[in-house]
């Protein structure tokens, strides 16, 4: 009984301090701008939905509009709206599907370092290679499918030869 009391009442004496320390921190999460809350909590797009007849020429499209948004304008809402559902990571940090990879990088994407060197399409999988400030120099392989990347691959990967 005693130590719960004691730790209870603790709680209780640092939380006012604590709350008044912890201000600009949680300020981000009941921002007091719209454009606050932007840049703290990107919009979750819907996952792309695969239709089975989609063209090389409209993956090689779909393919050029991701490396876009995600490694040059680095808006990761609209990188992710070509993430499938049911996306495969071969990342080990990562769960497979959308959500766990929406989860890691969502939150730190837009303030990421990223220098963009290269990207490669060859139907049907999709290079990006460049420099992150975090991760170092990456080259990540997309399989896309039906229009989307339904699988990804950033460990060991080569860029492909001319
Ligand atoms: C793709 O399939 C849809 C129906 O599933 C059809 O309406 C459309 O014309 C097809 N497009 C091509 C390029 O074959
Ligand atoms: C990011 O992409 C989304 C979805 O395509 C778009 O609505 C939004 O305006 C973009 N954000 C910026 C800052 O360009």
Redesign the pocket.
Known sequence: MHIPTLFTTTLLLLLPTTTVLAHPVTSSTSPSSPLEARQSRPTKPKPCVS???T?EAQHLANHAKFTDAFIVKKNITAAFEFIRQDYINHNPAAQNGFDSAWNILSPIWSSQSITPLRNTYRHPQGWLNYRSGSFGEVVDRFRWDGGCIAEHWDQGERYPTK
Request: aromatic share 0%; net charge neutral; no cysteine.
């Open positions: 239709i089975a007849n063209t």
